[in-house]
């Protein structure tokens, strides 16, 4: 396990610290470890890795933690200011990517096929680990890591997101209808937040010129800018001016040309409501060349007819 991203220059990590006013706790409440065990219920073993400061903890552990040992929330409070991303192993090229995110004060994105860890929820995230990894703790860690680096991003004055998903990543069954459902539903959540724009670009538009592969463009506080790609097995970072500019330029092209804010959270309500019905999403919809500022009166009307199987025509185009 790696530890340099957490470190300071005493060595010690967030992580640390936690398991350090856990044992605090435990202690002054005269419980063992296996005491403590027994009352949340979990094993020894994970008591000791998590006030080792090796282990990364769900929050619902802190809670009960919190309940059974009579702290008032501090716990589960200082779980959620942990940056517990660093405590899960990483290609180094992701732990530098990870550091990006802990301090950007702007990211602007394109992503393909999956739905960006950003923005996935816990279950999405679980079942795109499971695919990956043989051992459920290491996915169930990877998970709470992701979830942490989250958090930056969805607090108040958080930084700035702007995400464009090629439609593919709604189109993907990641986990299972219900899965992809609330994934969905959490996108049209945080698309609310002030410091968030999700776009998507739908597969009908052929003429769009997109990205060849998923990047982000990332603004750094020190004045720095960074175009960062990846490819099979590796991450690519560059902080060329000249080369940033071309992609941000071609970037903000391409962002003008997809489907408004608004726009896209029609499609991902259309998506959604395709798997609460369990059915496959459509994969065509000629109506979303046109703006789409009732979408949510139009939801609940459709929902209050009955469901009849049938291809809707593809609207006329409106003269500019």
């Known amino acids: 396990m790696t530890r340099r991203n957490a470190e300071g220059a005493s060595g010690v990590t967030s992580a640390d610290l936690f398991g350090e006013v856990l044992r605090h706790f435990r202690e002054t409440a005269l419980l063992t470890q296996d005491g403590l065990a027994k009352e949340i219920p979990c094993d020894r073993s994970h008591v000791a890795r998590v006030e080792a400061g090796t282990r990364v903890p769900q929050d619902t552990f802190a809670k009960k933690c919190d309940e059974v040992l009579g702290t008032g929330g501090v ?5 959620g200011k942990v940056d517990w991303y660093p405590q899960v192993e990483h290609p180094d090229w992701f732990e530098r990517r990870a550091r990006m995110d802990a301090e950007a004060v702007a990211v602007r994105a394109y992503q393909t096929q999956v739905i960006p860890g950003l923005l996935q929820t816990p279950d999405y995230a679980r079942a795109l680990f499971s695919r990956r990894l043989e051992k459920a703790d290491e996915a169930e860690d990877r ?5 942490s680096r989250q958090q930056r991003f969805y607090a108040v004055d958080g930084p700035f997101y702007l ?5 593919s990543c709604l189109r993907n069954v990641v986990g299972g209808a ?3 459902r609330d994934q969905c539903a959490h996108l049209l959540n945080v698309g609310r937040l002030p410091n968030i724009r999700i776009q998507v670009a739908p597969a009908d538009c052929p003429d769009v010129d997109r990205p ?8 750094m506080p020190d004045g720095r800018k960074w175009v960062y790609s990846e490819s099979l097995d590796r991450g690519h970072f560059n902080d060329d001016p000249a080369i940033f500019t071309q992609h941000s330029r071609t ?5 003008a040309d997809v489907l408004s804010a608004p726009q896209s959270a029609a499609l991902i309500s259309d998506v959604m409501e395709g798997y609460e019905h369990h059915e496959q999403p459509r994969s065509e919809r000629g109506d979303l060349d046109q703006e789409q500022p009732q979408w949510r009166q139009r939801r609940r009307l459709h929902r209050s007819r009955p469901r009849i199987p049938h291809r809707r025509p593809r609207p006329r185009q409106q003269e500019p």
């Open 251 to 255: 970037y903000d092209v391409f962002r």
């Open 75 to 79: 716990l589960a409070r200082l779980w």
């Open 212 to 219: 060849d592969t998923s990047l982000s463009l990332i603004d």
């Open 178 to 180: 219900d899965v992809m």
């Open 163 to 167: 995400v464009v998903l090629d439609e």
């Open 143 to 147: 998970v709470r890591a992701r979830l």
